[in-house]
């Protein structure tokens, strides 16, 4: 395989050099690319903020050449923790930045003025503008299709709402409208570098005959095109996505209601996946290169004026953000949630953690911990009209108060108080209160997130608690997935990828690898990110689960605090081993 | 002789399977440029999408205007190309006025839609399919 290209762009100097890295085990791309090169460039000791930090967008071998193999993964210092993470998002990013020739965009500096860079695979170019300050996401995104010079379906656009320019460490990068690079603040990076815009595309291509073995290429992608378009293997994405499990995980009691002050409602049916389908479901999107279509896009319509006039927007929703901005502020009407969804989308907030410190705001405001002072609005769980004026405060804090909170629970609970309700697991919990497993999978894993390893179905599998399974579960799946986003592949894609599927998808492009070979690369990949994730302050061992998850009752029933204790203990244990061995 | 047709692109996800499959099946390419179908957004993703490839014009304008008769019309309309006699000066693209043929840099060579069909095969919602060219009337291209 051709050596990975490595486009380096200062933005201060406003000069860009290219190098050339050839992929091994160790540098398979994606996760491990992204990992590497924040080794070689990234400042450990120095602050999220510093100029100099990289923002490393990566792809691997097979981004483009096989269905679903169409995310890029982000390698970042957060502002949110001020830890190495990873964020991924997909959109028309991953072909955008094949097709401009790269595998890798490592941006570092600072522009003078807010501006846009624009990369093609023949030409880069710098804009000042200083316009674009304060507006929203999808403005932005309109005036930055008038600037580029790109053809239209052959760019991708990456933007900073109100937020990142705020350098509000919940922030997110939106991508093409409806994706992002949205938890750990990535976008407040990109506003401390005063990059209000990124725009990529180009027209490289590869001659597929010298590029790969083009026949079995050709039937790989063939079969993987069949698996995943007319097999149940992905089938769920697409249909309802996952909103679907918005009435079953009610029913387990695992979905988090009011602050996680209950795991289930009667009054569901009004922001389940069937309903949102039947009355607000306009139209589905795919990333590109994927064929599946998992992007589902709600209408809003409404009335502005007093005689018949109205409006209609575009919302694209999803079970987390249902979790986020519906059940967990006691919405029960899809459409509060779409409007919900839309504010947080203009002003360039990650959603998940948006709705889940209003949430935190909402129950400390009824306990009479913070004040109607500080909150400046009344904020009561199933009224969504105030949460849309929060939201814009998260954005742009007016005062103290929610210029604490918009730096995440983590900081929040240390100043403000609150923590036994603080729904914290590393940063603000994604939607499953499924039990011990998943609660220490999102506070101790290695992006927080609720897919380093999709521990909440090892809870719903699991009839009962046992620690050497579960660390099973979390070190196997962690492996997998990490070789996975190395690819890069969607993780919606694992159940068309198996090990074997990898493995023949890498040699179709010269990487042959064994499977145990593989395994031992996914070890190595997790390895070097644990080391850097806690080189630069994490300490596994110092988590803190906070009491609201104690307090859980699901389908199972209590959540037991000793085997949480120990599989905490253990699982910490792993991560400091795994980090040490490389 | 068949065609490709646009029967319904508001049904577009926007995967660029067909793009991509065009590209890898019929240039041996990877690439989203060296296709006969283009794929695009016109002002964002929250508009939809347009599918631009030779509607099979009979008789097709970019052949005429040929200076070494390189492209000839194709039975049932649009072009063939005898790349021998093709000596690269793009007058078929300023032609063409939907934009259908693109130039490759690197070949020198126009390329464009053969209706072979096999970008219809990765399309998953349909919306692109090869039928017998039948008239306008009986069987309109959706959109473009």
């Known amino acids: ?582 | 002789m068949k065609r490709l047709r646009a029967i319904d692109m508001k049904r577009c996800i926007g995967c660029y399977s067909c793009v991509l499959a065009c590209a890898r099946l019929v240039h041996k390419s990877f690439s989203w440029d060296k296709a006969g179908i283009q794929i695009s957004s016109s002002g964002g993703l929250s508009t939809g999408f347009e599918a631009t490839f030779c509607l099979a014009c009979d008789p097709p304008p970019c052949a005429q205007v040929c200076p070494t008769q390189a492209l000839s019309p194709r039975k049932g309309g649009g072009i063939r190309l005898n790349s021998k006699n093709c000596i690269g000066c793009q007058k078929c693209v300023q032609a063409c006025l939907i934009g259908a043929i693109r130039f490759d840099p690197d070949q020198k060579k126009p390329i464009f839609c053969i209706h072979c069909g096999q970008c219809t095969q990765f399309c998953p919602h349909q919306c692109i399919v090869l039928t017998e060219n039948q008239t306008k009337k009986d069987q309109p291209n959706e959109s473009i």
């Open chain 1, 1 to 582: 395989m051709n050596p990975f290209k490595i486009l380096h762009i200062n933005l201060t100097k406003q000069k860009s050099r290219i190098e050339y890295v050839s992929p091994d085990l160790a540098i398979l791309g994606g996760s491990s690319l992204a990992a590497y090169l924040y080794q070689e460039y990234g400042l450990l000791s120095e602050p999220a903020n510093h100029p100099d930090q990289p923002l490393i967008f990566c792809l691997g071998p097979l981004n483009g050449l096989f269905p679903m193999l169409s995310k890029v993964v982000l390698g970042f210092k957060s502002p949110y923790h001020q830890q190495y993470a990873e964020t991924h998002a997909g959109g028309r990013l991953s072909l955008a930045m094949r097709f401009a020739g790269l595998t890798a965009l490592v941006l570092t500096g600072k522009l003078s003025d807010l501006g846009v860079v624009e990369i093609a695979h023949n030409e880069i170019n710098f804009y000042s503008t200083p316009f674009l300050k304060g507006l929203d996401v999808y403005s932005t995104g309109k005036i930055v299709r008038k600037i580029s010079k790109l053809p239209s379906g052959k760019r991708s656009i990456l933007r900073i709402g109100l937020a990142g320019e705020n350098e509000v460490p919940i922030s997110c990068i939106n991508v093409d409208t409806y994706r992002h690079f949205g938890r750990l603040g990535a976008g407040a990076v990109m506003g401390s570098k005063n990059l209000k815009a990124i725009v990529i595309g180009g027209e490289a291509n590869f001659d597929l005959e010298s590029l790969v073995d083009l026949k079995k290429y050709t039937q790989l992608y063939r079969e993987l095109y069949q698996v995943i378009t007319q097999t149940k293997a992905v089938h769920k994405y697409h249909d309802l996505g996952t909103a679907q499990n918005i009435i079953p995980l009610n029913e387990l009691k695992v979905l988090p209601w009011n602050n996680l002050q209950k795991t289930s409602n009667s009054k569901i049916r009004g922001i389940s996946g069937e309903y949102f389908a039947q009355k607000l479901l306009l139209r589905k999107v795919a990333c590109s290169g994927c064929p599946v279509g998992c992007i589902h896009i709600g209408v809003l319509r409404e009335k502005f004026g007093q005689e018949h006039e109205y409006l209609y927007r575009q919302v694209s929703y999803d079970y987390e953000l249902i979790f986020a901005l519906g059940s967990m502020l006691g919405i029960n009407r899809a459409t509060y949630v779409l409007r919900l969804i839309e504010v947080v989308e203009k002003v360039g907030l990650d959603a998940m953690s948006a709705g889940v410190i209003l949430a935190y705001v909402t129950e400390g405001l009824a306990k009479k911990i913070f004040t109607l002072k500080q909150t400046l609005v009344n904020l009561e769980f199933g009224r969504p009209g105030p949460y849309e004026e929060a939201i814009f405060y998260l954005a742009h804090p007016p005062n103290e108060f929610w210029n604490t909170v918009n730096k995440g629970l983590r900081y929040a609970i240390k100043r403000l108080g609150g923590e036994d309700f603080a729904c914290l697991l590393g940063q603000e919990m994604a939607g499953y209160a499924t039990g011990e497993n998943y609660f220490v999978s999102q506070a101790l894993g290695f992006r927080h997130s609720h897919l380093d390893t999709g521990a909440y179905s090892f809870d719903q599998k699991s009839k009962q608690n046992d620690l050497d399974k579960a660390l099973d579960f979390l070190r196997t799946e962690e492996n997998y997935r990490v070789v996975f986003t190395s690819c890069v592949g969607c993780l919606f894609a694992r159940k068309a990828y198996s090990w074997e599927v990898i493995r023949d998808t890498l040699a179709v492009v010269g990487l042959d690898f064994s499977l145990q070979e593989l395994k031992q690369a996914g070890a190595k990949i997790a390895g070097l990110r644990w080391q850097l994730k806690l080189k630069t302050g994490f300490d596994p061992a110092m988590v803190k689960i906070p009491k609201r998850f104690l307090e859980v009752e699901t389908f199972k029933g209590k959540i037991n605090p000793t085997y949480l204790k120990q599989l905490q203990q253990s699982y910490a244990k792993y991560i400091q081993e795994l980090a040490a061995s490389v």
